[in-house]
């Protein structure tokens, strides 16, 4: 399979856009439309200057015996190339057989658009998926595809149903396509596509579908931390929304009577994917010690107000006649739980100290010690992420 373009609809850069993002999208960071050349003998979406680009790939379209349409019907204007079959599309659920041999099956979206599902006459099979689309009604217990292809970037929930359903497995090759200016490329984008279990291409790239290649490592600890308002919750939960279920962890616990707090838990929950479960608990180390789906922590900082309360650790007397030593055991117990924790864990917490000194003895001791536990916490994780301005810095990967 060769992809003639890996970009949006638009492409990149979009004509006449002046955001950041089109203007550093120059030379191998600049992206066609989205195609896919299959085996030299189905083109999935055709694009302005689809021959070009398969000729600067080292492939010709004269062998091309199908044209299939992912777009919705109302998409972007295509141009068929002399010698071209027209273009087509496959009704939702049924089958076409090309003369080559490669089978390939509509499959029904949730957006307007078809996916395609393509078997080669020696049985690998890929899926590609339109931009902003994602599989309707999938039933679990799917056998994995080698390959797919899909937005990933603009809708991760999608590589979450496929994953819930078996569609993708541990050696699936996740291709991220459909990519648009709503992301940074490079590094930051690679990053990002590696949380999620997927990987991008540059244009003009050929991929063996089902050849063995190493699938991304998604971090089994990560500890995010930043300042207020910095993006690190946003980070947090953008690194796990192309998995299902997903338990989110709030140490804030209920406050009543408190309205802007209120306001602050309805914005969090919002923005989680709703295959998510929530519970709201400072009791971490059983969640951390036993099998199950990926925890999302927010925050360590609450969880650790919450410790100092429960040892009285505000009071200078009770902190000094065994206080201090009561949540050293919290600290250490809470930290062995993360080393030995058999699931996918995302931390958050805050950084302190970068500001005014508190004024009083208790404020300075809960900045010190949470410099501590950040410190511990970070020593048992293998990807920790600083965030700054909504700008995630990786600190250790």
Known sequence: MTLLGTGSPAGLPRPDCPCAMCAAARGPRARAATALLVDGALLLDLTPGAALAAARAGHSLVGVR???LTHPHDGPAVDVPAGLPSA???????VLTLISGHRVRAVPMDHP??????TSPDGERLLYLPPGGAPAGLAEGLAAYEMVVADVIGRPDAIALLRASGAIGATTDVIAVHLDHDVPGGPELDRRLAAAGARAVPDGTTLIVGEYHAVPDVPRRTLITGGARSGKSVEAERRLTAFPDVLYVATGGGRTG???WAD??????ERRPASW???ESCDL????????PPLLIDCLSLWLTDAMDRVGAWDDDTW???GERALRERVAELIAAVRRSPRTVVAVTNEAGSGVVPATASGRRFRDELGRLNAACADECEQVLLVVAGQALVLRN
């Open 285 to 292: 180390v059983p969640l951390l010690t036993e099998e199950g």
């Open 320 to 322: 000094r006649s065994g």
């Open 277 to 279: 479960r929530t519970t």
């Open 88 to 94: 087509g599309r496959v009704p939702d659920g049924r």
């Open 264 to 269: 602050r838990v309805a914005l969090h929950r």
């Open 113 to 118: 658009g078809t996916g395609y599902e393509v």
């Open 66 to 68: 199908q044209v299939l």
């Open 258 to 260: 408190d309205a802007e």
